[in-house]
């Protein structure tokens, strides 16, 4: 549920809407027709926003002759127009809600085990615009549209630096922190660019609508090639994931279905070359060594010579491990492309009118778009996992949200501090092969990533004082010192020793940092054994004008007595050594205390009885009035009249009512268990087929067959336990679920087993199952 907030940090201001018509790249209107479009107006990105009413007129009026003489471009992203539209209260309040529907969209598309016959039944399904999975993808997805419009305005993927622009409140150029933080919606807005890519490519088929989309994310995933090469500090990529291997195949395997995709056989030769350098390939031609009129199969020969020349080589870490084999598998895909494409041109250097049919279609028999769609669910499941464990390891979106919040509200209230922080930036590792060097979300690490655990009185109480405190220092114990000082050095002393236990210890997130922090205060607090002026002395021994406690009232412990007045000028003032000197007072009469010994007491036994005493029961006495006890037995009652027909009849019928009820509650036949049979699970898993786990639509439907019902001597419930365990047993087992069986709810009891056998289990929460979903039989129920 997103979070509301009764007041904005920050005072809304309305950009003004001017008509614009949207253009292409290559100067050509967009595909809408050339009808006009409502478009954002770009404000100053100068250091200062708002200025005065006179230089925003003139503004506006420059810019509109500038609108007036020629047609501006759309709007685009990290933009000051998409800044002054995208509000950030609500950004920060929808951030649950973006993880939570992205995390729902991925979910239609996530596979149990991985095989190629469930992969091929889902990317059938998905393609299929009447199917269920189909329907239920396309809900998500207008779900998740519907929270998409608050984080972005231009763009179908969304823009982590413009999203953090605007939650930071830097409206101007600038820098943002590059620095991990564990505050950074990173993962969330990775995850939701994961489910829009998935649902894009698993929906469409490939034709020209596709392609833009490709074009499209090309563009937005710059360099797939080297999305997990790339330093963070760099450029802050929406892709980026630790999964180096897996996130370069699937790079690769995009970009050759983008440029088959993009490949006609009416086109020449020379074009076609061209296609392929520009889709591979970085080389720029050198007019003074190959001339001016260099043709695309010459410059594509070339570039094809030297691995340096792959796409996205000048953004390789050279300190990363084997970038010349990611490099190598780049070129060999380059040249595995142009060999098939001009497979059946004998020499495509002499023969410019050679037809790239034949070589197209062998092209796309060798990298067909079903295996394409099975790569990118296997790694859509293996991306969705990393992102997931990555907001676990930083405590949950509730702990990423808390933190977020934190972070804008101390940035608001001390802007100032803020504006430099790119000159303290820390030194960013050279990045490895494994994740976490890779992972440019993830927290600091410390070297021990075991968390300490906290008990929970320290969770809601604080950590009780601990009985021994910390050594005092040589240097306090030489000689004779006063009692601040000697207080002052044991508190430092106390607290440089839990700053060293504290120092090696991970960062605590939470109720567990809160914990912390209580327990350190407790040990910062001065001890008990501290002098005490206004204190109540307590003495141990016992005077000879208080008498001698009862052997057994006597309670263990220190008791407080009052001492005689006429000793009272006697007791010498505490000092800083009370407790560890000789009493050398003199009293009248010394009483020593008592000392328990093991030995057998002596004790004369009391008189009476010795065996232990019991709880002895009053007898209660018997009242005139008691009620007579009824016979328990007794299930009819005589019926007394009274002599009133009208009473009579309701008396007789509360008394019939009495009794009706009385046999019902003791007379119950019994129930056996009756084992299910074949028929009756197959026509259960037939109706859960048609019409979804609505226990009391199927009983009801059931009911009408008449005399060819076979679930009749069953109920409602029974059909919900029965269909739980039958969906245990296809989990334990690893096989696919029967249609519409994973949308039954499992219990406590079953995830519980689920949990023994090793099999991981997920399940929404019971308010977000509370609503089933209306399906239309396949078969009408005969009546």
Known sequence: MARTRSQSREPGIEPRLVHRQARTVGGGTVRDGPEAQQQLEPLPEGPSEIGDDDGRQQSAASEDEEISDADS?????????ELQILNPVEMESNLEELNARARKLLGCFKTRTGHSDELQSLIRESQDPDSRQRQKADDCRRALEDTRAVFTRGGEYLKLDTILRALLRKRSQQPLPKVSRPWRPDDVICKANLAILVHTIMTQSF????????????????????????????????????????????????RTQLLVGMLDPNISQNAAAEMIQNAMLNFNKNHDDYGDDMEGILSLQTALSDNSHAKGWDMLDPHAFETNEYADMIMQRAKEIQRLLFSDI??????????????????????????????????????????????????????????????????????????????????????????LATNNNAPPVPASSTKIPARPSVLFRGRPSTSTAAPTPATAREGPMP???????????????????????????????????????ERQKRRFIDAQPNGVRIVDDLLSSQPALNTQEQVSGRHEIEIDPRLDGDVEDPTDDEGFQTDQRNFASHRPRPISSAAPSRTPAPTG??????????????????????????????FRSTGDDVIDSLNMANTLTKQYQAEN?????????????????????????????????????????????????????DMRFKARDMKVLYLIAQRELPENLNLVALGKKEIEKLKKNKISYEQEPQRSRAYIPTLSPRTSPEL
């Open 73 to 81: 471009a759309p709007i685009e992203t990290y933009s000051q127009t």
């Open 207 to 254: 034709g020209e609508g596709l392609v833009d989309d490709l074009v499209s994310l090309d563009e937005s995933f710059p360099s797939p090639f080297v999305v997990g090469f790339t330093r963070p500090e760099v450029q802050t990529q929406t892709g980026y994931s630790a999964l180096v291997k897996a996130t370069f195949e699937f790079a690769l395997n995009l």
């Open 346 to 435: 004998e020499n495509p250097f002499d023969d410019a009118s050679g037809s790239l049919e034949s070589g197209l279609i062998k092209l796309r028999e060798r990298f067909p778009q079903e295996r394409f769609r099975r790569h990118l669910l296997r790694w859509t499941n293996s991306r969705l996992s990393e992102i997931d464990s990555s907001i676990k390891r930083l405590g949950g979106i509730d702990e990423i949200v808390t933190a977020l919040e934190d972070e804008i509200r101390q940035r608001l209230e001390n802007p100032d501090a803020y504006n430099d922080e790119h000159l303290h930036r820390a030194a960013s590792p050279s990045l490895e092969s494994s994740a």
């Open 483 to 521: 009692n601040t000082a000697q207080n002052d050095i044991q508190v430092d002393d106390d607290i440089t020793s839990s700053a060293a236990l504290t120092q090696d210890r991970p960062r605590l997130t939470g109720k567990l940092a809160r914990a912390n922090e209580i327990d350190e205060q």
């Open 609 to 638: 009885s010795t065996q232990p005493g019991r709880r002895r029961r009053t007898p209660e006495l018997e009242s005139p009035n008691k009620r007579q006890r009824k016979n328990p037995g007794q299930l009819r009652e005589p």
């Open 665 to 717: 509650r003791t007379i119950k036949p019994p129930k056996g268990r009756r084992p299910w049979g074949n028929d009756e699970v197959k026509a259960l898993l037939e109706l859960i087929r048609d019409n979804g786990p609505s226990w009391s639509m199927i009983k009801r439907i059931d009911q009408g067959r008449g005399n060819s019902q076979l679930l009749a001597q069953r109920s409602a419930e």
